[in-house]
């Protein structure tokens, strides 16, 4: 078992507080990502998805995960399990100091996560304190006018890394 914390940041133009809709723990909110196999080291070809609301059963034990997938190559099977209660939002001091947020812990066995993809379902609030929901991130920036804080807001250069963690 290897833990992996996806830790997010980007570029924030006169907003704070990035992440999933529903908060950092937001039980609807779906990750994408690849995985490679701890086995034989084969990146699987489309994105895999993970969502908190969704588990299924251990296959031969009586536990539950939030995925169970076969190596196409190799057929080594493997499992991923979401840890809640670990992450919190893209500050713009993190965003500005170059600094990375913890968004949500994978307990992984058999596979590791690779190559996050941003999607919808994100949420930022302006430094005037106006409200974005349901940002999509699939264009990899965002970018939207403050009328009340009479500014422009951007999101931009989203990067994302899965680190091992304890």
Known sequence: MVNYMLMITAELENLTNLQPQGGCDDPDFTYY??????????????????????????????????????????DREGTVLMVPGRGRPLTQEMSESGNFAPLMLFDCRGFEPVDFSFRAGWKAESIEGTKFDDIDLSGEEFAEYDEKGECPVMISNLRATFDVTK
């Open 33 to 74: 990502f690849k995985v490679k196999c701890g086995n034989c080291g084969e990146l699987s070809q489309k994105d895999t998805t993970v969502t908190l609301s969704e588990t299924v059963p251990l296959p031969k034990s009586k536990g539950t995960t939030h995925l169970v997938q076969k190596c196409k190559f190799c």
